[in-house]
């Protein structure tokens, strides 16, 4: 169950309780994206949280910060979440990340006997976090470092993260997943918990959703520490194009260059690690010497970025003209459908109506290997073309689209939308069936759904996601199940191919027609699952 946005009073507190106590709930999030109520809204909240501890259902819990309006109450999520007796996983995103938190945290994951995936991610820090640290009073034996972020040197273990290491990484603790940011420390306090995480012996996984840090500086970091096996790490990347044009002032600091951020992305594919780009781009042809926008430096970083990058955020700013993007989307499509390690895609455009969105609809058909597309643009009559060419037939023939989202004010266009965001409902659907039949779960739609994800990556996709287990592993796991005879049997019997496309002919050599019949039907699953497909190309 999710609960959305919404006005919280005690009349809704105490009917969310009610749900809490129905037998039938076992996983509920929370994401409190806006707060028009009282100030006391998560005060009412946490009666309802209580609920929890004696109703022995609840095993997880999701909690998203409001974006506005009164904080959290940390300590009341926390307390109830200390009560449960049954709760295996608790993700927790806050608005800003405080110092006190760390001790209300640490004392709910020593209390916990159940909880084994932890997640703790912010969208701000409080400002000592991002001032460079100094050091005062140090013993004379305690090593010092030179910070790459701080400009300064200090301990490694400095008091803003030390805190968080007793907190997260304390041997009682019985998580064995985490999930923590990393951008809010600096580069010897990342080193810090990296060490603190190589003496703990129980977290068998931490996965660093934004990591603040160089790679190169990581990787050597987690090399030393010998932590490379247990951690998967995101970075963050802003880029400014072209080069000439100052960076905004909302912008990090840490922004880079297309020719600074190509050595990055090698750099993270080297160690592992997953990037996201930001391109905000000014200009295409008219302030740079470019003639050609297939060759310019834009569209040869995403055409030819490492296997690092995953995801693609493209803000065209208002400088920008029209005639710029009319000539730079065709190529950048192409770029696009060329690097099959991009997952996801989003695209924010001015208001000038004159910029075309053609290209795009035709990278949706053409693309099976974007998860998430999104598209910001305030021109309705664009936005109509561009629907009308995206939500044709050809869509349905697309079994990798997960989630698609549109920034437009429209309500004309909501019934296309809508087609649109049944093509993707029905894949979460099909791919995460097909990943239950893996299960054990042998039923006939999930049989089916089996049969449909023909080759597709959202399908290993959840199924990773669903076993918490790698690409390879998650590959050999659909081997393993569908060459087991017993398994084999109850998907044809469910899916009805047998007696539609297998034959069992005369026996030659000896063998009984039971064996044909199972060759014949590896051959088929191993046909249409196209698992060498799979296997060589990136998810």
Sequence with gaps: ???????????CASRFEGLCLRKSMCYVSILA???????????????????????????????????????????????????????????????ILKSEYAALIQKMLRSTKTLKF??????????????????????????????????????????RVKPWIRALLQASSPVKELRFSLF?????????????????????????PRLGQVPSEYGKFAASARVMDRVTAEI?????????????????????????????????????????????????????NETEPSTTPLVQLIRNAPPALASVNIRIESVCCSECWNRLAPPLCDAVHHNTNIRSLLIKLPMKPAMRLLPLAGLLHRNPGLFNFMLD?????????????????????????????????????????????????????????????????????????????????LFVKRVCGLLRVDKVQALDKITACLIDVADMKKFLRLAGVVHRDLVCGETVDGRTQLADLNEDCLRYLRQYLKFSDIRHSPV
Excluded at 33 to 62: E, Y
Excluded at 413 to 433: E, F, I, P, S, Y
Aim: net charge negative.
């Design 236 to 288: 963050d990347c802003i880029v400014v194009y072209p080069d000439a044009f100052a960076l905004p002032q909302h912008v990090p600091i840490g922004s880079v260059t297309c020719a600074v951020l190509g050595r990055t992305l090698s750099d993270a594919a080297e160690f592992g690690l997953v990037a996201h780009v930001c391109l905000i781009v000014h200009s295409v042809l008219c302030s740079t």
């Design 118 to 159: 932890f997640g703790l991610t912010y969208n701000g820090v409080e400002r000592h976090y991002r001032d460079p640290f100094h050091q005062f009073n140090v013993d004379s034996l305690v090593p010092l470092y030179n910070c790459a972020r701080c400009l300064t040197t200090h301990i490694l273990e400095t008091p």
């Design 33 to 95: 994206r806006t707060d028009q109520g009282p100030r006391n809204l998560w005060s009412h909240l946490g009666c309802a949280f209580f609920a929890w501890g004696p109703m022995q259902l609840l095993t997880t819990l999701q909690v998203a910060s409001p974006e506005r309006g009164p904080d959290l109450d940390v300590r009341g999520v926390c307390e109830a979440v200390s009560l449960s007796s049954v709760m295996t996983h608790f993700d927790l995103e806050l608005r």
């Design 1 to 11: 169950m999710a609960l959305s946005p919404m006005r919280c009073s005690r009349e």
């Design 377 to 457: 643009t305030p021109c309705p009559e664009v936005f109509e073309e561009f629907l009308r060419e995206a939500s044709e037939p050809k869509l349905w023939n697309n079994y990798n689209l997960e989630f698609v989202e549109f920034g437009c004010d429209a309500p004309d266009l909501v019934g296309m939308v809508v087609t649109m965001k049944q093509v993707t409902d029905r894949n979460t659907t099909l791919a995460t069936r097909a990943a239950r039949f893996l299960q054990g779960k042998h039923n006939i739609d999930n049989a089916i759904a089996l049969e449909t994800m023909n080759g597709s990556s």
């Design 184 to 208: 809010a420390f600096c580069t010897l306090e990342c080193r810090a918990f990296l060490n603190a995480l190589s003496k703990n012996t129980s977290l068998s996984m931490l996965t660093v």
